[in-house]
């Protein structure tokens, strides 16, 4: 039996983290350690952020929780914010990224029910996606491993081939309220969904009456170099569920719409109590200072194809380690030929964080404001764990 008092769901590592410092963090030994993974997308600016970490201790000071029964202001001054920098004329605020998906699957089926097609209930997905683990989230990402012994599936979610614009065309049917995608599958491997596929999907969407939903919550926030990675295709969404990177560390996520969309979402439709508090507004705020003062992004956009190029390079020296590299801004993935766990723990070993995704792909997501040197020490510690695989290997071979 294990000794711990915590559940057991996650393969921990036994790194325990006590502090950290734009993109370093430390173990209370005094091990540092280059952090490509920044908690997976959401570290949008680094660790203790002083910006961040001055608006926290203000708010916290002043009022940390009102119930969503008053107004809070930050709320307004946010959901204000996102709607003038994107397609959205209205935010739900919610406490995590399978919340903001839920907010937008019931926005989308109630937006159906309220115009008349209540047996449009229907969302289609595609495969490789991931949406989150609530039980609605784990049936739109429709993956075995995570819906196997939580059943009944949820009912109303189909799932396509990724990419497969036939397929997607056969499954819509009288049923169908929605189409959910991520622009830029996470999970699945940094897989991009290329920009005319997004295009027809808006097209398919506005010929039968379905709303189309994008899931931006490891993409947004300017992690692809755009605000949103939706704008790489000249498309909008409906409605688009966003986590991760607007509370840089806070948890926070949202669900915008347009008003069309969002108008049946009437008094008592939905509701948190977290959702939206006030020193998570405060956050979120902050973070769209930073982010949305001029040149932060295009500064991501250049950085991201530096770091691709840099990555090349290493790749080309390494071909029986990692094969190819892809993504866009600072969400990047090289797939690799080596095992990615192996490779995932060669760079730990070399004081590298990074994350393992499906399809064989190493993620790459460090915070938005990472330096040109701490790129270079990256790729350099990238080049040393596959050094280490390699010699592995040639040990493996030669035993
Ligand atoms: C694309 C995407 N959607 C939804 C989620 C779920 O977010 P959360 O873990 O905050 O519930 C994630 C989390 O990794 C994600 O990457």
């Not at 036994?14 to 410092?21: I, R, S, T, Y």
């Not at 919610?94 to 998906?101: I, P, V």
């Not at 036939?166 to 920009?195: S, Y």
Request: with cysteine; aromatic share 8%.
């Amino acid at each position: 039996m294990s000794s711990s008092a915590l559940f057991g769901t996650y393969a921990r590592s036994e790194l325990a983290f006590v502090k950290g410092e734009g993109c370093w963090l430390e173990t209370s030994d005094g091990r540092r350690f280059l952090d490509f993974a920044a908690g997976i997308a959401v570290n949008s600016l680094g660790h203790a952020h002083p910006h961040l970490v001055t608006v926290l201790q203000e708010q916290a000071a002043k009022l940390w929780h009102v119930s969503n029964l008053y107004t809070v202001p930050g709320q307004q001054r946010l959901g204000e914010r996102l709607c003038e920098a994107t397609f959205a004329d209205r935010v739900f605020f919610t406490n995590s990224g399978a919340e903001a998906m839920e907010a937008c699957i019931k926005t989308a089926r109630r937006y159906q029910y309220a115009n008349g097609s209540p047996e449009r209930y229907g969302i289609i997905t595609f495969e490789g996606a991931f949406h989150g683990r609530t039980l609605a989230t784990i049936a739109a990402g429709g993956q075995a491993k995570y819906l196997e012994g939580f059943g009944p599936k949820a009912p109303g979610f189909t799932q396509v081939p990724f990419g497969d614009l036939d397929a997607l065309k056969a499954a819509i049917d009288e049923t169908t309220a929605a189409i959910l995608i991520e622009p830029i599958q996470g999970e699945g491997g940094i897989r991009p969904v290329p920009h005319e596929f997004l295009r027809s999907l808006r097209a398919l969407c506005d010929a039968h009456g379905l709303l189309l939903i994008f899931d931006e919550v490891q993409t947004g926030v300017g992690r692809t170099g755009k605000f949103f990675a939706h704008e790489w295709s000249g498309i909008t969404p409906d409605l688009m569920g966003i986590a991760k990177g607007i509370g840089g560390g806070f948890p926070m996520g949202a669900c915008l719409a347009t008003e069309e969309a969002s108008a049946c979402m009437v008094p008592g439709t939905h509701g948190t109590t977290f959702g939206g508090n006030p020193l998570a507004m405060a956050v979120g705020n902050a973070v769209l200072d930073v982010v949305l003062a001029d040149g932060f992004i295009d500064g991501v956009a250049r950085k991201g194809l530096a770091l691709k190029q840099k990555i090349a390079s290493v790749i080309d020296a390494h071909p029986h380690v990692y094969e190819a590299v892809r993504g866009e801004g600072l969400m990047l993935g090289i797939k690799c030929r080596a095992p990615v766990g192996d490779v995932v723990a060669a760079g730990r070993a070399n004081g590298l964080l990074s994350v393992p995704a499906g399809d064989n792909v190493v993620r790459l997501l460090p915070p938005l404001t990472v330096s040109e040197e701490d790129m270079d020490e990256a790729v350099s510690r990238l080049d040393a764990a596959a050094a280490a695989v390699e010699g592995a290997i040639a040990k493996e071979t030669s035993a």
